[in-house]
Structures are given as structure tokens and as C-alpha cells.
Nanobody, 127 residues
């Protein structure tokens, strides 16, 4: 069984930065694609960023240029560096793992493609 534990959320002012971490256990992390999603109150869960087995990166247009996803297979950890935060970034952030990506460079925007999820970490950006 895979466990994902997120950390790093909090309260920050507009323009500030946060770095989210997601530590994985129970699976060969290097064989997985990883992603971050977020869900604001009253809204559907939405894709934020993903990183493939080959370290190909993919971002939603709303965070491109502000957020950076990265991974360290030796530490089984994926990070989301969030800069220039805006109030509309306020949400619960979830990391997710796809343990059977179809190709070495595959990522997906679809939550259904991911097999395991963390418990979430709250990010609140004040105006």
C-alpha cells in the first residue's frame, strides 16, 4: 500500500511563497508519475502541476511561471514551490501518484488517472 504525506501548507499574504512537500512510501517512487491538485470550497478538484518519470513537467495555465514542481527519487518526495501567490490560489492541495503511467514521459491532468492521494494540506492566501 502506498502512503503519501503532504506538508508545508499555511497562511501567506498575496505575493508570498510556500513550498509543499509530499513524501511517498510503499512503492518504487521512480516508476511513478506525480502531480499536485487543489480544491477550493464549493469547487471541483483541479489539476495544478505534474511531473513524469522522465522529469517532464506540465502546469495548468493559471500557475505557469509561478509554481514549480520537482521530485527527488532517492527521497521519494515531490515538491511544489509556489511563488507570487494570489488569493485565488487558496485551496486544499493534494499530491497524487500514478503508479502505471503509460510511457516514461506521460503526465495527466485527470484525477482519475492517479491511484494514490495524500490527505491534503491547506494553503490560504490573504489579500
Amino acid at each position: 500500500q502506498v502512503q503519501l504525506v503532504e506538508s508545508g501548507g499555511g497562511l501567506v499574504q498575496t505575493g508570498g511563497s510556500l513550498r509543499l512537500s509530499c513524501a511517498a512510501s510503499g512503492r518504487t517512487f521512480s516508476n511513478c508519475a506525480a502531480a499536485w491538485f487543489r480544491q477550493a470550497p464549493g469547487k471541483e478538484r483541479e489539476f495544478v502541476a505534474a511531473i513524469s518519470r522522465s522529469d517532464s513537467l506540465d502546469y495548468d495555465f493559471s500557475v505557469r511561471g509561478r509554481f514549480t514542481i520537482s521530485r527527488d527519487n532517492a527521497k521519494s518526495t515531490v515538491w511544489l514551490q509556489m511563488n507570487n501567490l494570489k488569493p485565488e490560489d487558496t485551496a486544499e492541495y493534494y499530491c497524487a501518484l500514478d503508479v502505471t503511467p503509460p510511457t516514461y514521459w506521460s503526465t495527466s491532468h485527470y484525477a482519475d488517472e492517479y491511484d494514490y492521494w495524500g490527505q491534503g494540506t491547506q494553503v490560504t492566501v490573504s489579500s
